[in-house]
């Protein structure tokens, strides 16, 4: 296992984050101030409603004054809004909430210090992805075992037909990343991904660098019944698997995903059925956070 240290406290960086809307009214007061609530010194947040008729847009007249940006107008689609919203911001992290999901208290705070500790990170992502019920009630935090660029290809964080999303899942709502990253991988979300430009996104980065899992919860995805992912389960499973193929990776079988779930990260390695994943993870006697393999 190999470890790095940081010591020293940087500059926070600028959050770039965007949440993309439409008649999400229901949820959407709570989603803004879960970010808004935090009070982040350096934080671009732009809201992008896609002309709702419910009370969304009185919802962000209200926040208006904290906001870099905000609009109401019909788009052509959540990833369309979403590659809209980033081109109004110009910080260095980035990330986007859906109008129904929620940030914890110390999400940014968490975020920008990471990566103004350890430059060479890349990205982030949650390896305890929370989930809120309907109300915001925490329902469930399932741990994963890190990020490997194997494992990537392995499949190993496609979604499977009645699993949690917690398994084997890369968080959207818990990954933010750095811009100069985002510029590389193309500077845009495939809006030809309907629903799966998130995993096509997560695809892109790993052929560039390590998602880096971190040992806290990040954020949470909200279960409501109307929410896409409920409704259109399976066809995002198609296309995850599709943008998995097209990037020369081939799903392995489910007993080879349970197998992996139910051993240690350590023995996982030791067998050869997973490779070491950075981690950043707080070590309370130091009193700093480190960056390892393991």
Request: proline residues 5%; aromatic residues 10%; hydrophobic residues 40%.
């Amino acid at each position: 296992m190999s470890t790095h240290t940081s010591t020293s406290m940087p500059p926070l960086p600028t959050i770039s984050l965007v949440t993309p809307s439409y008649n999400q009214g229901a949820w959407l007061d709570a989603t803004m101030r879960s970010v808004l609530d935090q009070r982040y010194p350096a934080l671009q947040y732009v809201v992008m409603d896609g002309g709702s008729t419910d009370q969304s847009v009185a919802t962000i007249e209200r926040h208006a004054p904290a906001l870099a940006h905000w609009q109401s107008r019909p788009d052509s689609g959540q990833y369309d809004a979403i590659n809209k919203g980033f081109a109004h911001t110009d910080g260095e992290i980035m990330g986007w909430l859906n109008s129904d999901d929620l940030h914890t208290p110390w999400t940014l705070r968490t975020v920008g210090e990471l990566f103004a500790r350890f430059p060479e990170v890349e990205c982030i992502s949650s390896l305890f992805p929370l989930f809120w019920d309907t109300d915001g009630g925490l329902t469930a935090c399932e741990p994963l075992q890190g990020f490997s660029r194997r494992a990537m290809l392995a499949g190993e964080f496609l979604p499977t037909a009645g699993s949690s999303y917690a398994q084997g899942f890369i968080q959207q709502e818990s990954t933010f990343w750095r811009r100069s990253l985002w510029e590389r991988a193309g500077g845009a979300l495939d809006v030809t991904q309907t629903l799966a430009a998130d995993f096509a996104l997560w695809m892109r980065f790993s052929a560039l660098t390590d998602v880096v899992g971190v040992t806290v919860p990040l954020a949470g995805f909200r279960r409501q019944p109307m929410q896409r992912t409920a409704t259109a389960g399976e066809t995002y499973r198609r296309q995850a698997e599709a943008c998995l193929h097209a990037a020369g990776g081939v799903r392995h079988g489910t007993w080879g995903s349970r197998l992996r779930r139910q051993l240690t990260s350590r023995w996982q390695a030791r067998l050869g059925l997973r490779d070491p994943a950075a981690q950043l993870r707080y070590d309370p006697f130091a009193a700093q956070w480190r960056l390892e393999r393991r």
